[in-house]
């Protein structure tokens, strides 16, 4: 998602303007705009125009609209975002009050306005307009004088780097100059590398490539960087792993990702993160159900009482028509965030998340033991209607 403007005032209230640019853009779009916030967006509108003599003619236009949204649809497989709603500044093309449908497009602009912007909204902005903060696994798929630098996150990889360069074939008496291209070559993807990785997220970084280049060129880098004393490379030597592609191009990497080495070797990355820390869930409401709770109202006592270690909560929950619901669901983020406690979002379009929306969307591993709160009923409890 790219970022073009963001002015919220002081009481919270604002504008943010962004331009989806990939389809996991439309579902963090999807998590940001609820009902009766105002969004403007490019829309085309079928016009009827009358002629002097009293013929009609329909022409398709162009025009920029501005809803007040009452209902919100995303189309998963399309991943097609449909907000509709009354018009509420004057058009020419369409009266106010009118109702309009607005389909949010990829690489099109469209501003969104709240009367409130709280903490979770905003965290779903900086998440989704710097995707390079959250891709824990990097990948450089090469071959020789192609290589493509890419960062994967939980939904989709992003190509930082293309690196294209001719290296001069192997022929009698010109072996040298081979030699030199492919060393050429080799040292940008290095300095790709330490351009566009950061270490300190990262956990795995593939090489893949056809034959030996990815063999070759990870010991030149290791060399190079034990000769000019590269540190960052040196320590995360582990991280790297090399396996087969069929070429030096980004499609390769579906191969290499489905590869079950790698797979296993990935396990610790984000969205393998979530299913691990709701394994952990289960595991301690088994084995110390004091420690792990499920539903709102245990929640929320545990969050008061700042017991919470983690607490993991569904997207789904802060797309509730109810303002005030979604209002107690980011009270409870915050007091958890103020306490020192860990939040895990889980995405309802991951496995996980299914699983966590089973559970009422919302849990918690707390840091010591509650029993009294067993003795809570949930017959007040209301999060199953919350959807």
């Given amino acids: 998602m790219k970022l073009i403007s963001k002015n919220i005032e002081r009481d919270g209230g604002g504008v943010v303007s962004l331009i989806p640019e990939n389809p996991e853009d439309m579902w963090h779009a999807y998590n940001l705009i609820s009902e009766h916030d105002c969004v403007s967006a ?3 509108r079928k016009v009827q125009t009358e ?12 025009t920029t609209l501005t809803i007040s949204v009452e209902t919100i ?3 998963t497989q399309a ?8 018009n509420i500044v004057e058009n020419q093309y369409v009266k106010m009050g009118a109702y309009h449908t607005l389909d949010l ?3 099109r602009k469209f501003v969104l306005k709240k009367l409130k912007w709280d903490s979770v909204a905003l965290d779903r902005i900086d998440m989704a307009c710097d995707p390079t903060q959250h891709a824990d696994v990097a990948a450089v798929v090469m071959q020789e004088g192609i290589a493509h630098i890419c960062l994967i996150t939980s939904n989709m990889t992003i190509v930082r780097a293309k690196i294209d360069q001719p290296i001069p074939r192997k022929r009698k008496g010109f072996i040298s100059q081979h030699e030199k291209g492919l060393t ?3 040292e940008s993807v290095v300095q790709g590398i330490l351009r566009h990785v950061n270490f300190e997220i990262v956990k795995c970084i593939i090489i893949a490539s056809p034959g030996f280049v990815k063999d070759q060129f990870f010991e030149y880098m290791m060399e190079q960087a034990s000769k000019t004393d590269i540190k960052i490379l040196i320590e995360n030597k582990s991280k790297f792993m090399l396996v087969h592609a069929s070429s030096g191009f980004k499609h390769s990497l579906k191969e290499v990702l489905a590869d079950p080495t790698v797979v296993a070797r990935i396990s610790d990355t984000k969205a393998a993160g979530e299913v691990k820390i709701l394994e952990q869930f289960y595991t301690i409401l088994q084995t110390d159900p004091s420690r792990a709770f499920y539903g709102k109202k245990h929640v929320k006592l545990a969050a008061e009482a700042q017991a919470i270690e983690v607490l993991l909560i569904s997207d789904k ?5 109810d303002i005030q619901t979604r209002k107690e669901y980011v009270e409870i983020v915050d007091s958890v965030k103020d306490a020192g406690g860990d939040v895990k979002i ?12 089973q559970v009422t969307g919302i849990a918690a591993i707390l840091r010591f033991p509650m029993p009294e709160l067993e003795d809570e009923t949930d017959g007040e409890d209301d999060d199953t209607d919350d959807d």
Avoid: P, W
């Fill in 42 to 44: 490019s829309t085309i």
């Fill in 51 to 62: 002629s002097a003599t009293g013929s009609t003619n329909s022409q398709r236009v162009r």
């Fill in 73 to 75: 649809d995303f189309d």
């Fill in 79 to 86: 991943c097609v975002l449909r907000l509709k709603g009354r």
């Fill in 105 to 107: 497009e990829l690489n």
């Fill in 184 to 186: 050429r070559f080799y």
């Fill in 317 to 321: 929950l802060f797309r509730c028509q």
């Fill in 346 to 357: 889980f995405s309802s379009m991951h496995v996980s998340g299914e699983q966590l929306d």
